[in-house]
């Protein structure tokens, strides 16, 4: 019943910037994390940012400086915030949320993906 939806994926050219939303919807009692990870074809899926409720973040050290996540909690929303992009930031990125849900048991969701592409 819970399902993330994601946008805000898009094509850009390099030093330009993108902003993600991903929206959790459906029974949701609390999100305990939500976080932003990205894959490229041939390779595994890797954390970009993560971020807890309490405000405490971490971001790959490829991204540090360029990236900023951030949560609204009251609409159960994470962002990531994508500044002076580069081609190595093209990626599908997906949104990963562990919510309590139905029963108060804890659920781990994946959106289905935002394409994003930076031109040289």
């Known amino acids: 019943q819970v399902r993330l939806v994601e946008s805000g994926g898009g094509l850009v050219q390099a030093g330009g910037s993108l902003r993600l939303s991903c929206v959790a919807s459906?029974?949701?009692?609390?999100?305990?994390?939500m976080d932003w990870y990205r894959q490229t074809p041939g390779n595994q899926r890797e954390l970009v940012a993560a971020s807890t409720s309490g405000g405490v973040t971490n971001y790959a050290d490829s991204v540090k400086g360029r990236f900023t996540i951030s949560r609204d909690n009251a609409k159960n929303t994470v962002y990531l915030q994508m500044n002076n992009l580069k081609p190595e930031d093209t990626a599908v990125y997906y949104c990963?949320?562990?919510?309590?849900?139905?029963?108060?048991?804890?659920?781990?969701?994946w959106g289905q993906g935002t394409q994003v592409t930076v031109s040289s």
């Open positions: 990963n949320a562990k919510i309590i849900g139905a029963g108060l048991r804890t659920y781990d969701y």
């Open positions: 459906g029974f949701i009692f609390s999100i305990n994390a």
